[in-house]
Protein backbone atom coordinates (compact mmCIF):
# COMPACT_ATOMS: atom_id res chain seq x y z
CA UNK A 1 0.00 0.00 0.00
CA UNK A 2 0.99 3.58 -0.74
CA UNK A 3 1.11 6.51 1.92
CA UNK A 4 -2.20 6.35 4.47
CA UNK A 5 -5.45 7.30 2.47
CA UNK A 6 -6.53 11.08 3.43
CA UNK A 7 -10.33 12.21 4.10
CA UNK A 8 -9.40 14.38 0.27
CA UNK A 9 -9.17 10.57 -1.05
CA UNK A 10 -12.48 9.33 0.83
CA UNK A 11 -13.83 13.08 -1.14
CA UNK A 12 -12.81 12.04 -4.46
CA UNK A 13 -14.40 8.79 -4.25
CA UNK A 14 -17.88 9.91 -3.06
CA UNK A 15 -17.76 13.07 -5.89
CA UNK A 16 -17.51 9.59 -8.36
CA UNK A 17 -20.52 7.87 -6.09
CA UNK A 18 -22.64 10.91 -6.33
CA UNK A 19 -22.63 11.30 -10.11
CA UNK A 20 -23.77 8.10 -11.00
CA UNK A 21 -26.20 8.53 -7.75
CA UNK A 22 -27.64 11.51 -9.19
CA UNK A 23 -28.34 9.98 -12.92
CA UNK A 24 -29.69 6.67 -11.07
CA UNK A 25 -32.15 8.68 -9.40
CA UNK A 26 -33.49 10.40 -12.33
CA UNK A 27 -33.66 7.92 -14.33
CA UNK A 28 -35.41 5.31 -11.80
CA UNK A 29 -38.36 8.74 -11.30
CA UNK A 30 -38.88 8.65 -14.67
CA UNK A 31 -39.09 4.86 -15.07
CA UNK A 32 -41.25 4.84 -11.67
CA UNK A 33 -43.30 7.78 -12.54
CA UNK A 34 -42.21 9.72 -9.60
CA UNK A 35 -42.45 6.53 -7.41
CA UNK A 36 -45.97 5.97 -8.34
CA UNK A 37 -44.99 2.61 -10.22
CA UNK A 38 -42.43 1.34 -7.50
CA UNK A 39 -44.72 -2.23 -7.42
CA UNK A 40 -43.79 -2.40 -11.55
CA UNK A 41 -39.88 -1.93 -10.55
CA UNK A 42 -39.49 -2.85 -6.92
CA UNK A 43 -35.90 -5.14 -7.62
CA UNK A 44 -34.53 -1.96 -9.29
CA UNK A 45 -36.38 0.73 -6.87
CA UNK A 46 -34.92 -1.48 -4.13
CA UNK A 47 -31.29 -1.35 -5.44
CA UNK A 48 -31.76 2.17 -6.01
CA UNK A 49 -32.78 3.09 -2.50
CA UNK A 50 -30.20 1.11 -0.44
CA UNK A 51 -27.66 2.48 -3.10
CA UNK A 52 -28.73 6.06 -2.47
CA UNK A 53 -28.70 4.64 1.24
CA UNK A 54 -25.17 3.93 1.29
CA UNK A 55 -24.04 7.20 -0.53
CA UNK A 56 -25.87 8.70 2.09
CA UNK A 57 -24.02 7.39 4.89
CA UNK A 58 -20.61 7.67 3.11
CA UNK A 59 -21.49 11.62 3.21
CA UNK A 60 -22.23 11.30 6.99
CA UNK A 61 -19.13 9.54 7.67
CA UNK A 62 -16.79 12.03 5.65
CA UNK A 63 -18.76 15.27 6.99
CA UNK A 64 -18.30 14.39 10.48
CA UNK A 65 -14.44 13.08 9.95
CA UNK A 66 -13.65 16.40 8.50
CA UNK A 67 -15.58 18.09 11.27
CA UNK A 68 -13.93 16.94 13.62
CA UNK A 69 -10.25 17.40 11.65
CA UNK A 70 -11.13 21.04 11.38
CA UNK A 71 -11.79 21.38 15.14
CA UNK A 72 -8.55 19.55 15.97
CA UNK A 73 -10.01 16.30 17.27
CA UNK A 74 -9.40 14.18 15.18
CA UNK A 75 -6.48 11.52 15.10
CA UNK A 76 -4.76 9.66 11.87
CA UNK A 77 -6.00 6.48 12.85
CA UNK A 78 -9.79 7.92 12.94
CA UNK A 79 -9.21 9.76 9.75
CA UNK A 80 -8.03 6.24 8.47
CA UNK A 81 -11.18 4.50 9.54
CA UNK A 82 -13.52 6.98 8.22
CA UNK A 83 -11.95 7.36 5.12
CA UNK A 84 -11.75 3.29 4.68
CA UNK A 85 -15.63 3.63 5.29
CA UNK A 86 -16.50 5.65 2.54
CA UNK A 87 -14.49 3.81 0.24
CA UNK A 88 -16.31 0.45 2.05
CA UNK A 89 -19.74 1.96 0.93
CA UNK A 90 -18.61 2.99 -2.34
CA UNK A 91 -17.59 0.24 -3.51
CA UNK A 92 -20.66 -1.56 -1.98
CA UNK A 93 -22.98 0.99 -4.21
CA UNK A 94 -21.19 0.49 -7.62
CA UNK A 95 -21.04 -3.51 -7.20
CA UNK A 96 -25.01 -2.93 -6.39
CA UNK A 97 -25.89 -0.61 -9.71
CA UNK A 98 -23.58 -2.11 -11.84
CA UNK A 99 -26.40 -5.42 -12.82
CA UNK A 100 -28.95 -2.29 -13.38
CA UNK A 101 -27.44 -0.18 -15.63
CA UNK A 102 -29.22 -1.59 -18.55
CA UNK A 103 -32.79 -1.41 -16.71
CA UNK A 104 -32.08 2.36 -15.60
CA UNK A 105 -30.84 3.15 -19.45
CA UNK A 106 -27.52 4.90 -18.83
CA UNK A 107 -25.52 1.46 -20.43
CA UNK A 108 -21.82 0.45 -18.72
CA UNK A 109 -20.53 3.58 -20.25
CA UNK A 110 -22.45 5.54 -17.21
CA UNK A 111 -20.90 3.48 -14.77
CA UNK A 112 -17.29 3.78 -16.15
CA UNK A 113 -17.34 7.68 -16.52
CA UNK A 114 -18.43 8.11 -13.33
CA UNK A 115 -15.85 5.21 -11.93
CA UNK A 116 -12.72 5.86 -14.64
CA UNK A 117 -9.24 3.74 -14.21
CA UNK A 118 -7.72 6.27 -11.77
CA UNK A 119 -11.14 6.93 -9.21
CA UNK A 120 -11.21 2.64 -9.14
CA UNK A 121 -7.42 2.67 -8.48
CA UNK A 122 -7.97 5.15 -5.39
CA UNK A 123 -10.95 3.38 -4.78
CA UNK A 124 -8.54 0.19 -3.96
CA UNK A 125 -5.80 2.33 -2.11
CA UNK A 126 -8.75 3.64 0.33
CA UNK A 127 -10.26 0.20 0.90
CA UNK A 128 -6.61 -2.06 0.82
CA UNK A 129 -6.52 -4.57 2.90
CA UNK A 130 -3.33 -3.09 4.92
CA UNK A 131 -5.63 -0.27 5.99
CA UNK A 132 -8.15 -2.84 7.39
CA UNK A 133 -5.63 -4.04 9.35
CA UNK A 134 -4.30 -0.94 10.54
CA UNK A 135 -7.93 -0.18 11.77
CA UNK A 136 -8.36 -3.47 13.22
CA UNK A 137 -5.36 -3.18 15.38
CA UNK A 138 -6.19 -0.31 17.13
CA UNK A 139 -9.92 -1.80 17.56
CA UNK A 140 -7.63 -4.75 19.61
CA UNK A 141 -5.32 -2.43 21.45
CA UNK A 142 -8.28 -0.40 22.56
CA UNK A 143 -10.83 -3.39 23.28
CA UNK A 144 -12.97 -1.68 20.61
CA UNK A 145 -13.59 1.10 23.36
CA UNK A 146 -15.81 3.90 21.67
CA UNK A 147 -14.37 7.17 22.42
CA UNK A 148 -15.46 8.74 19.50
CA UNK A 149 -15.28 12.81 20.16
CA UNK A 150 -18.56 14.57 20.59
CA UNK A 151 -19.71 17.84 22.27
CA UNK A 152 -18.84 18.17 25.86
CA UNK A 153 -22.25 17.47 27.03
CA UNK A 154 -22.99 14.39 24.34
CA UNK A 155 -19.73 12.80 26.24
CA UNK A 156 -21.32 13.56 29.55
CA UNK A 157 -24.68 11.45 28.33
CA UNK A 158 -22.64 9.17 26.90
CA UNK A 159 -19.90 8.63 29.65
CA UNK A 160 -23.02 8.70 32.54
CA UNK A 161 -25.44 5.70 31.16
CA UNK A 162 -22.38 3.90 29.99
CA UNK A 163 -21.46 3.70 33.72
CA UNK A 164 -25.18 2.46 34.12
CA UNK A 165 -25.56 0.48 31.65
CA UNK A 166 -21.92 -1.82 32.72
CA UNK A 167 -23.24 -1.63 36.16
CA UNK A 168 -26.51 -1.91 35.84
CA UNK A 169 -27.70 -3.33 33.25
CA UNK A 170 -24.37 -5.78 32.40
CA UNK A 171 -24.92 -7.97 35.73
CA UNK A 172 -28.22 -9.50 34.64
CA UNK A 173 -28.27 -9.48 30.83
CA UNK A 174 -27.40 -13.11 30.53
CA UNK A 175 -29.59 -14.11 33.05
CA UNK A 176 -32.72 -12.09 31.25
CA UNK A 177 -32.29 -13.86 27.81
CA UNK A 178 -31.43 -17.15 29.63
CA UNK A 179 -34.47 -17.37 31.38
CA UNK A 180 -36.67 -15.43 29.08
CA UNK A 181 -37.54 -12.95 32.27
CA UNK A 182 -39.12 -9.93 32.44
CA UNK A 183 -36.59 -6.76 32.01
CA UNK A 184 -36.06 -6.53 36.59
CA UNK A 185 -38.60 -3.44 37.81
CA UNK A 186 -35.79 -1.80 39.21
CA UNK A 187 -34.23 -1.26 35.95
CA UNK A 188 -37.01 0.65 34.79
CA UNK A 189 -37.44 2.46 38.24
CA UNK A 190 -33.26 3.80 38.05
CA UNK A 191 -34.20 4.37 33.99
CA UNK A 192 -37.23 6.83 35.04
CA UNK A 193 -35.63 8.50 38.06
CA UNK A 194 -32.40 9.10 35.88
CA UNK A 195 -34.36 10.65 33.40
CA UNK A 196 -34.03 8.23 30.22
CA UNK A 197 -37.79 8.29 29.63
CA UNK A 198 -38.72 11.78 29.14
CA UNK A 199 -35.44 13.04 26.69
CA UNK A 200 -38.00 14.02 24.13
CA UNK A 201 -40.67 15.48 26.16
CA UNK A 202 -40.12 19.32 26.54
CA UNK A 203 -39.68 20.72 30.12
CA UNK A 204 -43.03 22.14 30.91
CA UNK A 205 -44.09 18.38 30.37
CA UNK A 206 -41.95 17.11 33.29
CA UNK A 207 -39.32 16.08 30.56
CA UNK A 208 -35.34 17.42 30.20
CA UNK A 209 -35.59 17.94 26.10
CA UNK A 210 -32.79 17.46 25.59
CA UNK A 211 -33.02 16.43 22.02
CA UNK A 212 -32.74 13.24 19.68
CA UNK A 213 -28.99 12.88 19.61
CA UNK A 214 -28.75 12.56 23.80
CA UNK A 215 -31.53 10.28 23.22
CA UNK A 216 -29.20 8.10 20.60
CA UNK A 217 -26.78 8.32 22.92
CA UNK A 218 -28.55 7.01 25.67
CA UNK A 219 -30.07 4.36 23.81
CA UNK A 220 -26.70 3.13 22.22
CA UNK A 221 -24.97 2.56 25.26
CA UNK A 222 -27.95 0.63 26.81
CA UNK A 223 -28.22 -1.51 23.67
CA UNK A 224 -24.60 -2.70 24.09
CA UNK A 225 -25.03 -4.62 27.16
CA UNK A 226 -28.49 -5.57 26.36
CA UNK A 227 -31.13 -4.55 23.77
CA UNK A 228 -33.73 -6.60 25.43
CA UNK A 229 -32.64 -5.70 29.20
CA UNK A 230 -32.66 -2.06 28.57
CA UNK A 231 -31.94 -0.95 25.42
CA UNK A 232 -35.50 -0.67 24.01
CA UNK A 233 -37.12 0.32 26.91
CA UNK A 234 -37.35 3.98 25.22
CA UNK A 235 -38.51 3.49 22.17
CA UNK A 236 -41.78 2.83 22.76
CA UNK A 237 -42.63 5.55 25.18
CA UNK A 238 -41.37 8.02 22.31
CA UNK A 239 -43.21 6.25 19.35
CA UNK A 240 -46.50 7.43 21.60
CA UNK A 241 -44.71 10.98 22.89
CA UNK A 242 -44.36 11.77 19.79
CA UNK A 243 -48.10 11.24 18.60
CA UNK A 244 -48.89 12.95 21.24
CA UNK A 245 -46.79 16.23 20.80
CA UNK A 246 -48.30 15.97 17.16
CA UNK A 247 -51.66 15.85 17.66
CA UNK A 248 -52.97 15.37 20.97
CA UNK A 249 -55.00 17.67 23.19
CA UNK A 250 -53.62 20.03 25.73
CA UNK A 251 -55.26 18.04 28.15
CA UNK A 252 -53.49 14.67 26.67
CA UNK A 253 -50.27 16.22 27.05
CA UNK A 254 -50.14 17.53 30.66
CA UNK A 255 -51.98 14.32 32.04
CA UNK A 256 -49.85 11.67 29.92
CA UNK A 257 -46.54 13.32 29.06
CA UNK A 258 -45.17 13.90 32.89
CA UNK A 259 -46.53 9.62 33.58
CA UNK A 260 -44.21 8.93 30.27
CA UNK A 261 -41.33 11.50 31.64
CA UNK A 262 -41.01 9.74 35.24
CA UNK A 263 -41.51 6.38 34.14
CA UNK A 264 -44.81 5.98 35.99
CA UNK A 265 -45.96 4.38 32.98
CA UNK A 266 -45.26 1.98 30.50
CA UNK A 267 -46.18 2.13 27.15
CA UNK A 268 -46.65 -0.72 24.98
CA UNK A 269 -47.00 -0.54 20.90
CA UNK A 270 -50.72 -1.99 19.38
CA UNK A 271 -50.53 -1.55 15.52
CA UNK A 272 -49.96 -4.66 13.49
CA UNK A 273 -52.65 -7.67 13.38
CA UNK A 274 -52.33 -11.28 12.63
CA UNK A 275 -52.60 -10.94 9.37
CA UNK A 276 -51.57 -7.62 8.59
CA UNK A 277 -47.83 -6.86 9.11
CA UNK A 278 -46.37 -3.40 7.47
CA UNK A 279 -49.72 -2.14 5.38
CA UNK A 280 -50.96 -0.22 8.73
CA UNK A 281 -53.72 1.35 6.43
CA UNK A 282 -55.21 -1.67 6.15
CA UNK A 283 -55.74 -2.45 10.01
CA UNK A 284 -59.27 -4.13 10.86
CA UNK A 285 -59.01 -4.07 14.57
CA UNK A 286 -62.04 -1.32 15.41
CA UNK A 287 -63.30 0.49 17.55
CA UNK A 288 -66.81 1.69 18.01
CA UNK A 289 -68.51 4.42 20.18
CA UNK A 290 -70.75 3.42 23.01
CA UNK A 291 -71.71 4.81 26.15
CA UNK A 292 -70.37 2.20 29.15
CA UNK A 293 -71.08 2.43 32.34
CA UNK A 294 -73.00 5.82 31.54
CA UNK A 295 -69.46 7.43 30.08
CA UNK A 296 -68.99 8.21 26.41
CA UNK A 297 -65.93 6.56 24.94
CA UNK A 298 -65.33 3.87 22.60
CA UNK A 299 -65.40 0.34 22.67
CA UNK A 300 -62.65 -1.83 20.77
CA UNK A 301 -63.05 -5.29 19.36
CA UNK A 302 -59.99 -7.84 17.05
CA UNK A 303 -56.81 -8.79 17.26
CA UNK A 304 -53.14 -7.03 18.08
CA UNK A 305 -49.51 -8.89 17.29
CA UNK A 306 -46.12 -8.21 18.30
CA UNK A 307 -47.48 -5.22 20.46
CA UNK A 308 -43.49 -5.70 22.58
CA UNK A 309 -43.63 -4.67 26.06
CA UNK A 310 -47.53 -5.30 25.94
CA UNK A 311 -47.82 -7.39 29.36
CA UNK A 312 -45.59 -5.09 31.45
CA UNK A 313 -47.20 -1.66 30.12
CA UNK A 314 -49.68 0.22 31.82
CA UNK A 315 -51.18 1.84 28.37
CA UNK A 316 -51.23 0.63 24.92
CA UNK A 317 -50.92 2.95 21.79
CA UNK A 318 -53.42 1.39 19.89
CA UNK A 319 -54.35 1.93 16.41
CA UNK A 320 -58.08 0.96 15.38
CA UNK A 321 -60.67 1.48 12.83
CA UNK A 322 -63.07 3.81 13.81
CA UNK A 323 -64.99 4.44 10.27
CA UNK A 324 -66.24 0.96 9.31
CA UNK A 325 -65.57 1.81 5.31
CA UNK A 326 -62.66 -0.24 4.89
CA UNK A 327 -62.00 1.47 1.28
CA UNK A 328 -61.00 4.59 2.93
CA UNK A 329 -57.88 3.05 4.39
CA UNK A 330 -55.80 4.81 6.15
CA UNK A 331 -58.24 8.20 6.59
CA UNK A 332 -60.17 5.49 8.49
CA UNK A 333 -57.89 5.09 11.44
CA UNK A 334 -57.73 6.51 14.75
CA UNK A 335 -54.78 6.59 17.55
CA UNK A 336 -56.34 5.53 21.32
CA UNK A 337 -54.47 5.20 24.36
CA UNK A 338 -55.59 2.03 26.03
CA UNK A 339 -55.07 1.48 29.83
CA UNK A 340 -54.30 -1.71 31.64
CA UNK A 341 -52.81 -3.54 34.30
CA UNK A 342 -49.37 -4.35 34.60
CA UNK A 343 -49.00 -8.00 34.03
CA UNK A 344 -45.35 -9.75 35.02
CA UNK A 345 -45.65 -13.00 32.94
CA UNK A 346 -46.19 -14.50 29.54
CA UNK A 347 -50.21 -13.96 29.32
CA UNK A 348 -52.57 -12.10 30.88
CA UNK A 349 -56.30 -11.85 31.09
CA UNK A 350 -58.04 -9.05 32.43
CA UNK A 351 -61.72 -8.23 32.49
CA UNK A 352 -63.39 -5.00 32.47
CA UNK A 353 -66.40 -4.62 35.33
CA UNK A 354 -68.48 -3.77 32.08
CA UNK A 355 -67.66 -7.19 30.51
CA UNK A 356 -65.13 -5.44 28.08
CA UNK A 357 -62.08 -8.53 27.89
CA UNK A 358 -58.40 -8.19 26.94
CA UNK A 359 -56.02 -11.02 26.61
CA UNK A 360 -52.50 -11.69 25.94
CA UNK A 361 -49.99 -14.20 25.58
CA UNK A 362 -46.76 -13.79 24.58
CA UNK A 363 -44.68 -14.93 21.48
CA UNK A 364 -41.74 -17.43 22.03
CA UNK A 365 -38.54 -16.07 20.07
CA UNK A 366 -35.12 -16.62 20.04
CA UNK A 367 -33.90 -13.52 20.85
CA UNK A 368 -35.06 -10.14 22.15
CA UNK A 369 -36.24 -12.06 25.07
CA UNK A 370 -36.77 -9.36 28.38
CA UNK A 371 -39.21 -7.05 26.27
CA UNK A 372 -42.11 -10.07 25.36
CA UNK A 373 -43.95 -9.40 22.61
CA UNK A 374 -47.52 -10.47 22.84
CA UNK A 375 -50.41 -11.44 20.60
CA UNK A 376 -53.99 -9.90 22.06
CA UNK A 377 -57.24 -10.35 21.57
CA UNK A 378 -59.87 -7.69 22.52
CA UNK A 379 -63.68 -8.00 23.09
CA UNK A 380 -65.79 -5.21 24.01
CA UNK A 381 -63.00 -3.35 25.68
CA UNK A 382 -63.77 0.03 26.71
CA UNK A 383 -61.72 3.25 26.72
CA UNK A 384 -62.78 6.59 27.50
CA UNK A 385 -63.48 9.16 24.74
CA UNK A 386 -60.77 11.42 25.94
CA UNK A 387 -58.18 8.65 25.40
CA UNK A 388 -58.74 9.00 22.06
CA UNK A 389 -55.57 11.07 20.66
CA UNK A 390 -56.17 14.40 19.69
CA UNK A 391 -59.93 13.98 21.13
CA UNK A 392 -62.97 14.05 17.53
CA UNK A 393 -60.10 16.75 16.04
CA UNK A 394 -58.13 14.16 15.09
CA UNK A 395 -60.70 11.17 14.87
CA UNK A 396 -59.58 9.54 11.35
CA UNK A 397 -56.35 10.58 11.70
CA UNK A 398 -54.04 8.19 13.72
CA UNK A 399 -52.39 6.64 10.94
CA UNK A 400 -50.32 10.07 10.69
CA UNK A 401 -49.55 10.21 14.69
CA UNK A 402 -48.81 6.87 14.28
CA UNK A 403 -46.03 6.78 11.40
CA UNK A 404 -44.75 10.37 13.40
CA UNK A 405 -43.94 7.97 15.79
CA UNK A 406 -43.13 5.34 14.40
CA UNK A 407 -40.42 8.00 12.54
CA UNK A 408 -38.88 7.94 15.90
CA UNK A 409 -38.81 4.70 16.19
CA UNK A 410 -36.87 3.97 13.63
CA UNK A 411 -34.38 6.39 14.65
CA UNK A 412 -34.59 4.79 17.97
CA UNK A 413 -33.89 1.68 16.59
CA UNK A 414 -30.75 2.93 14.33
CA UNK A 415 -29.55 3.59 17.63
CA UNK A 416 -30.37 0.62 18.92
CA UNK A 417 -28.05 -1.13 16.45
CA UNK A 418 -25.18 1.13 16.66
CA UNK A 419 -25.05 0.13 20.18
CA UNK A 420 -25.81 -3.67 19.64
CA UNK A 421 -22.83 -3.94 17.31
CA UNK A 422 -20.22 -1.61 19.39
CA UNK A 423 -21.45 -4.63 22.11
CA UNK A 424 -20.51 -7.19 19.77
CA UNK A 425 -17.14 -5.55 18.30
CA UNK A 426 -15.76 -4.96 22.38
CA UNK A 427 -16.51 -8.51 23.29
CA UNK A 428 -14.75 -10.15 19.81
CA UNK A 429 -12.15 -7.56 20.38
CA UNK A 430 -11.62 -8.74 24.41
CA UNK A 431 -11.85 -12.86 22.52
CA UNK A 432 -9.32 -12.81 19.95
CA UNK A 433 -6.69 -11.24 22.35
CA UNK A 434 -7.37 -14.37 25.56
CA UNK A 435 -7.82 -16.76 23.03
CA UNK A 436 -4.53 -18.39 21.37
CA UNK A 437 -5.01 -20.53 18.62
CA UNK A 438 -1.11 -22.14 16.41
CA UNK A 439 0.93 -20.72 19.20
CA UNK A 440 -0.23 -17.05 19.43
CA UNK A 441 -3.27 -15.18 20.18
CA UNK A 442 -5.81 -14.92 17.62
CA UNK A 443 -5.42 -11.07 17.49
CA UNK A 444 -1.73 -11.35 15.51
CA UNK A 445 -3.34 -12.90 12.65
CA UNK A 446 -3.58 -10.40 9.58
CA UNK A 447 -7.24 -11.92 9.29
CA UNK A 448 -8.19 -11.00 12.56
CA UNK A 449 -7.23 -7.64 11.92
CA UNK A 450 -8.33 -7.42 8.81
CA UNK A 451 -11.70 -8.10 9.88
CA UNK A 452 -11.72 -6.25 12.94
CA UNK A 453 -10.89 -3.14 10.90
CA UNK A 454 -13.72 -3.88 8.57
CA UNK A 455 -16.23 -4.38 11.47
CA UNK A 456 -14.88 -0.58 12.65
CA UNK A 457 -15.40 0.98 9.53
CA UNK A 458 -18.72 -0.60 8.75
CA UNK A 459 -20.26 0.51 12.25
CA UNK A 460 -18.49 3.86 12.21
CA UNK A 461 -20.71 4.53 9.01
CA UNK A 462 -23.60 3.78 10.63
CA UNK A 463 -23.11 5.62 13.73
CA UNK A 464 -22.26 8.99 11.11
CA UNK A 465 -25.78 7.96 9.61
CA UNK A 466 -27.84 7.41 12.55
CA UNK A 467 -26.13 10.68 14.42
CA UNK A 468 -26.45 12.53 11.49
CA UNK A 469 -30.51 11.81 11.20
CA UNK A 470 -31.16 12.95 14.90
CA UNK A 471 -29.67 15.93 14.37
CA UNK A 472 -31.82 16.36 11.36
CA UNK A 473 -34.66 15.38 13.65
CA UNK A 474 -34.15 18.03 16.10
CA UNK A 475 -34.20 20.62 13.16
CA UNK A 476 -37.04 19.31 11.42
CA UNK A 477 -38.50 15.98 12.05
CA UNK A 478 -40.85 15.47 8.65
CA UNK A 479 -38.13 16.65 6.54
CA UNK A 480 -35.95 13.95 8.29
CA UNK A 481 -37.67 11.02 8.31
CA UNK A 482 -36.63 9.48 5.39
CA UNK A 483 -33.19 10.39 6.61
CA UNK A 484 -34.66 8.13 9.99
CA UNK A 485 -35.10 5.64 7.93
CA UNK A 486 -32.54 4.86 5.62
CA UNK A 487 -30.23 5.43 9.40
CA UNK A 488 -32.51 2.50 10.22
CA UNK A 489 -31.84 0.39 7.46
CA UNK A 490 -28.13 0.54 7.05
CA UNK A 491 -27.31 0.37 10.70
CA UNK A 492 -29.49 -3.13 11.20
CA UNK A 493 -27.88 -4.67 8.54
CA UNK A 494 -24.65 -3.49 9.70
CA UNK A 495 -25.78 -4.84 13.56
CA UNK A 496 -26.70 -8.30 11.58
CA UNK A 497 -23.15 -8.53 10.15
CA UNK A 498 -20.64 -7.41 12.78
CA UNK A 499 -22.60 -9.67 15.45
CA UNK A 500 -22.27 -12.64 13.04
CA UNK A 501 -18.91 -11.84 11.95
CA UNK A 502 -17.63 -11.66 15.80
CA UNK A 503 -19.24 -15.13 16.26
CA UNK A 504 -17.16 -16.21 13.61
CA UNK A 505 -14.28 -14.92 15.46
CA UNK A 506 -15.48 -16.60 18.43
CA UNK A 507 -14.89 -20.23 16.77
CA UNK A 508 -16.98 -22.94 18.31
CA UNK A 509 -17.39 -20.74 21.50
CA UNK A 510 -19.38 -18.56 19.57
CA UNK A 511 -22.06 -20.99 19.38
CA UNK A 512 -22.32 -21.19 22.87
CA UNK A 513 -24.74 -19.96 25.45
CA UNK A 514 -21.21 -19.36 27.76
CA UNK A 515 -20.33 -16.23 25.90
CA UNK A 516 -22.44 -13.22 25.44
CA UNK A 517 -21.91 -12.88 21.43
CA UNK A 518 -24.37 -15.92 21.04
CA UNK A 519 -26.98 -13.45 22.53
CA UNK A 520 -26.18 -10.47 20.21
CA UNK A 521 -26.25 -12.32 16.88
CA UNK A 522 -29.92 -13.76 17.67
CA UNK A 523 -30.97 -10.34 19.54
CA UNK A 524 -29.94 -8.65 16.29
CA UNK A 525 -32.35 -10.76 14.08
CA UNK A 526 -34.93 -8.36 15.35
CA UNK A 527 -33.65 -5.35 14.40
CA UNK A 528 -34.02 -5.16 9.81
CA UNK A 529 -37.46 -6.59 10.84
CA UNK A 530 -39.56 -4.17 13.61
CA UNK A 531 -40.23 -0.47 12.82
CA UNK A 532 -40.78 -1.48 9.25
CA UNK A 533 -39.29 -5.06 7.84
CA UNK A 534 -36.73 -4.33 5.70
CA UNK A 535 -38.02 -4.79 2.10
CA UNK A 536 -40.88 -2.53 3.12
CA UNK A 537 -38.68 0.17 4.47
CA UNK A 538 -36.73 0.01 1.27
CA UNK A 539 -40.11 0.17 -1.05
CA UNK A 540 -42.46 2.01 0.69
CA UNK A 541 -40.64 4.85 2.76
CA UNK A 542 -37.11 5.18 1.25
CA UNK A 543 -37.84 4.33 -2.64
CA UNK A 544 -41.49 6.34 -2.82
CA UNK A 545 -39.51 9.52 -0.83
CA UNK A 546 -36.47 9.05 -2.43
CA UNK A 547 -38.25 8.92 -6.54
CA UNK A 548 -41.01 11.27 -5.43
CA UNK A 549 -38.13 14.10 -5.27
Known amino acids: MAANPTLSDARLLLEAAQKILDLTLERASVITEGGKRIDDHQVLAERVAYAVTEGRAARAALDFATALAQEARSSAILELTFAASVADLVESLRVRLAPAVDDLGIGEEALEGAFPAEVRALLRRVGHESVYRAVGRQVIDSRARNDLPLDEMAEQIRESVREF ?313 RAAATLAAQAKLLSCDVAVELTQQGQLLHGGWGYAEEYPISRYVVDAQVLPIFEGVKPVLELKVIARSLLAG
Open 165 to 477: ADVEVAPQAEQIHRTDALVPEELITKMGELGYFGMGIPEQYGGSEMGNLAMILTTEELSRVSLAGAGSLITRPEILTKALLGGGTEAQKQHWLPKIASGEIMVGIAVTEPDIGSDVAAVKCRAEPRCVDGRDGWVINGPKSWCTFAGRANVLALLARTDPDAAKGARGLSLFIVPKDAFTGHDFEMTQPGGGLMVGKADATPGYRGMHSFTLNLKDYAVPSDHLVGGDANLGRGFYLQMAGFAAGRLQTGGRACGLAQGALEKTAEYVVDRKQFGKPLSEFQLTQYALGRMAARLASARALTYAAAVAMDEDE
